[in-house]
């Protein structure tokens, strides 16, 4: 067994006047070999990689233990800089942060090559930097060239940070959630590039992320890290076949619809136009959806298929543009707006976004208290409280007297579900509200979602590019893309024997078990 | 029980420091009024041009016809900071109004409004308040519409940026979904969420109205001829300054005080305005 070629002994960091966040840390990893480290969000997964990089945010201090590259033990700033880009390379999670906005690319490549390679010409350079986008799947060259960095998609952004960091030819590739910001088929696509490219220059390769079963797939070994420290990994993965989902009984078919639409098409743009005009872009063309009581359907598709449109048109967020959406039977393009108004709700949105979606400046008390102000109780119905929309969501009693700034994204989730349920809603309608958490924190929500449709027998729309969240919460399944339904089904049938491409699409990108060893 | 992000905003030293600076100018300004043996406007017969000393008990000396140059600064920063809140609060309740209303509904009020106000900001500020304060009696209202008037065509423009944002802002909608009315929503989410920006524009508006009226004041169209704005103190005292140089710097000196006051909380407030904004 040959000698590793990053070894990290009994790393400690943490920031001043605060306890250690990696308290211990031990890791090896050899040439040509990859590794995965996984964690949930705040496990200090990055701070991890900063401090192999020795770029530790201010603040921040190693406190202890070893980072020995090669044989050599790394302690000042400039044996970092040595190293850093030459030997170990960083790709970021953010690559459309990472590069420059008003430099073009071939100025970025070009400017990485002349630091780490000045012995090569402008044409040796150029060829050089043609070979490495080719390797990340950018052929063609020149169109990316000259491109900048706002032109470019996510993925492609991706694909040119992984050629930068490509170029001086590192032995070490350090990923930190390269693929957190792409929608799960560029995610994989980015995975298998980032796979290939290591394995043919026989880099190592540290895969950090928070997603388990995607790093089970391309790395051999797994760490995990919890509480600043390596914990043996318990692989979970996601099963070829999706786990038995929950059986509600079936609804009857001709149960009343709570929310209904028919030939329901939406756009962002004026119905209006001009007859010279191309004709309208449809958003959602000619939809047709029903949802029952006590029935869990889940829209899913990948960006840009129209979901968030759908949510937001049947919320009469977007006016419809053709056909209509029926709340509990009634038209809703009819309805006056205080009509409207007193109809609201009973269909609730939980949002993406448990950032954007609490206000800052609202205490959780006032906010429960306002979202109770606007329920429709009737009579001696159920009593609602503050403390008791807490506990129905699993936080604290002290919750209802702090800020939402003091807590963390999973809880704001909590948060939001409790608001959508204090005004009594007959239907949830959850927009990605699961895609902004770690994957710990999801298990939670959905679990959540779960045990709340059932004790109160909501009627829940599920909107995801997540087919592991759909498989365990819905019993339904409708598949989008372009704006229309391209399939649709029981959710069990639908994902053991996908008819169309854009679901078959989907459920490759879903990570497959490959693991060897867990460490 | 945990402190409002308010709380936290105004505790914070770079707030607080500046904050105090502006509370003692105010309160000796009013304590000054209170019990000091000299009034402002009342010359004393043959102590005139003094130079500021401890034992003859003018502090800050005297002017050319002998009245007390600490009276009269004191009194100076009390009309300053009088004119410049008011301006300042002015502008922000006038603009904040039109701004909230042009963000919020947007469509063709939105356009209609904001394009009065380019218009009106296209305007020469400084000729127009010369004009109208040359019509009419000055007098330190007029001064305060004037100036707050003007002032208010710039809140009106960066709340409306604001409330454009929030309009769009996930829990706007949904406080909408909720069922709230269009006043629910403006009355719990969206003014208060539009108070820190406010606040952050009362530190440039505020500093500005001082400015203008200070130089109003130095070409002789202050609110008052007999107790005088700073701006007066400044005219007078370019006159004297070959003999008397106090009669300068003291008023000049209140005046910068002021306005680094009142820019180093604006600043800092702006840098803390994630604190209150961003939930993050």
Known sequence: MSAPLLEVRGLCVGFEGAANIIDGFDLAIRAGESIGLVGSSGAGKSLLARALLGLLPSGARSRAGLVIYDGQTLSTPAQFARLRGAHIAYVFQDAASSLHPLKRVATQLHECLRVHAPELDRAQRGRRIGEALEEVGLADARRWLNAFAHQLSGGQRQRVMLALTLLPQPKLLIADEPTSALDPVLARRVCDLLAAATQRRGMALLLISHDLPRVAEYCERIYRLQQGRVVAAPLQCCAPTPAPALTPAPAPALAPALIEARGLSLSYASNWRWPWQKPLAWVIDGLDLRLTAGQRLAVIGSSGSGKSSLARGLLRLLPALGGEVRWFGQDLARLTTTQLRLVRPRVQLVFQDPFGSLDPLQRVDAMLAEALRYAPFAGAQLRQSVHGLLAAVGLPADAATRYPSQFSGGQRQRLAIARALATQPAVLICDEATSALDADTQTQILNLLDRLAAERGLALLFISHDLAAVARLCDRLLVLDGGRIVEQGETTQLLNAPQSAALRALLDARPQRRSSEIA | ?280
């Open chain 2, 1 to 280: 029980m945990t402190p409002s992000p308010w709380r936290t905003l105004f505790l914070a030293r770079a707030v607080f420091a500046p904050f105090c600076l502006l509370l003692l100018l105010a309160g000796l300004s009013g304590l000054t009024a209170a019990w000091w043996p000299y009034t402002p406007g009342q010359p004393i017969w043959g102590q005139d041009l003094l130079a500021p000393a401890w034992l003859h008990g003018h502090w800050l000396g005297t002017d050319a016809i002998g009245r007390d140059m600490w009276a009269r600064t004191m009194a100076g920063i009390g009309v300053s900071l009088a004119i410049g809140l008011g301006a300042g609060l002015l502008a922000l309740i006038f603009g904040g109004i039109i701004g909230a209303i042009a963000g919020f509904v947007g469509g063709w009020v939105d356009e209609l409004l904001m394009r009065i106000n380019d218009l009106l900001l296209s305007l020469p500020l400084m000729l127009i308040a010369i004009l109208l304060i040359a019509l009419f009696e000055p007098s330190m209202g007029l001064l305060i519409l004037v100036v707050g008037g003007f002032g208010s065509l710039d809140a009106a423009r960066i709340l409306r940026m604001e409330a454009r944002r929030l309009r769009n802002a996930d829990f706007m909608i949904a406080s909408q979904l909720q069922g709230a009315t269009v006043l629910q929503q403006l009355a719990r989410h969206l003014l208060p969420n539009l108070l820190p920006v406010a606040l952050t524009a009362l530190g440039t508006v505020v500093p500005q109205a001082i400015l203008v009226e200070s130089f109003l004041a130095f070409l002789g169209l202050g609110p008052s001829e007999r107790v005088g704005s700073l701006g007066t103190l400044l005219a007078e005292g370019v006159q004297d300054l070959q003999w008397a140089p106090w009669t300068l710097w003291v008023p000049a000196a209140a005046l910068a005080l002021i306005l680094l006051g009142f820019g180093l909380l604006g600043d800092a407030l702006r840098a803390r305005l994630r604190l209150l904004t961003s939930s993050g």
